[in-house]
C-alpha cells in the first residue's frame, strides 16, 4: 500500500527512494545534498524558516513542519509518470495545514524548456500541460522558454494541498548553487504571475488557486555540499 510512510534514521534512507539511487546520490549534487541539510535541522532548515517567516500572509503565520516525506510523487494527467518531488513537507500555520513542496538544486536545470518538452508532443503531454496550467490559474499559452519542472512543481503544491484541504500551498527553490544556476528561470516563472522574484522570500502568486499558491528561492548553507 502505497501510503505507508516509514521513518528515516538518517541521510542515506533518502538514496532508496531516488530513481536512481546510483545515478542520482553523488556528493555536491542536490539528492544528497538535501538530504544532509533536511536530516540535520531541527524543524525547517534556519534559511527556509526565515524565507517562510519573511511575509505578512496571514495563511503562513507562525508555520512550523509537522512531517517531511522524501520523494514524493504527485500523479498527474496524460501520462504514467508522476511528479517526483524533492520533500513534501506537511506543515501548520495559525490558520491551518499548509503544504510545501521543495525542489533541491544545485548545478542541474529544471528540466527541459516547454518547447523542448512539446516537440512532437502526444496527446498526452498536451492533455498534460492543459492541466497544470488549469491548476495554475494561468490562461496558456504560456511562453516556451519556461521550464517544464516548475510548472509541476508548483502544481504538486496546490495538488496536494486541496487533498489535505489545506490553507496555502508554497513551491521552495532550496538551491545549494553557487552560481545561482535556475535563478533567470525561476525569475520567469514567477513573472507568469506579475511577480518580481525576490530571493530569500515567500511570495505570493495567485489567490485565485484553490489554495493560493506562493513560492520562495532559498540559499541553502554550502557546507553540505561536501558532506
Known amino acids: ?19 536512481d539511487p546510483l545515478k542520482h546520490w553523488k556528493k555536491g549534487y542536490s539528492a544528497r545534498t538535501l538530504a544532509h541539510c533536511w536530516e540535520a535541522a ?6 527556509v524558516a526565515r524565507a517562510l ?20 510523487k504527485v500523479p498527474l494527467p496524460g501520462g504514467i509518470r508522476s511528479s517526483q518531488n524533492d520533500l513534501f513537507v506537511m506543515a501548520r500555520s495559525s490558520q491551518g495545514s499548509v503544504s510545501v513542496m521543495v525542489e533541491g538544486k544545485v548545478n542541474e ?33 504560456v511562453s516556451d522558454s519556461i521550464r517544464y519542472q516548475l510548472l509541476h512543481r508548483a502544481a504538486s503544491a496546490i495538488i496536494s494541498g ?10 521552495v527553490i532550496h538551491s545549494f548553487s553557487q552560481e545561482r544556476t535556475g535563478w533567470s528561470d525561476y525569475r520567469d516563472f514567477l513573472a507568469l504571475f506579475g511577480v518580481d522574484a525576490t530571493e530569500g522570500k515567500v511570495q505570493r502568486l495567485s489567490s485565485a488557486t484553490k489554495p493560493p499558491l506562493f513560492a520562495a528561492w532559498v540559499v541553502g548553507d554550502p557546507a553540505f555540499l561536501s558532506r
Open 162 to 171: 486541496e487533498q489535505y484541504r489545506a490553507v496555502a500551498a508554497v513551491m
Open 1 to 19: 500500500m502505497a501510503r505507508i510512510l516509514a521513518f528515516t534514521s538518517g541521510p542515506e534512507d533518502w538514496q532508496a527512494l531516488l530513481a
Open 109 to 141: 536545470s529544471f528540466d527541459k524548456r516547454i518547447g523542448e518538452w512539446l516537440k512532437d508532443a502526444s496527446p498526452g503531454k498536451e492533455r498534460r500541460l492543459k492541466f497544470l496550467l488549469k491548476t495554475l490559474g494561468l490562461e496558456g499559452p
Open 42 to 47: 531541527d524543524g525547517f532548515p534556519a534559511e
Open 53 to 72: 517567516g519573511n511575509t505578512h500572509d496571514p495563511e503562513l503565520g507562525h508555520l512550523e513542519p509537522v512531517l517531511a516525506v522524501p520523494e514524493f
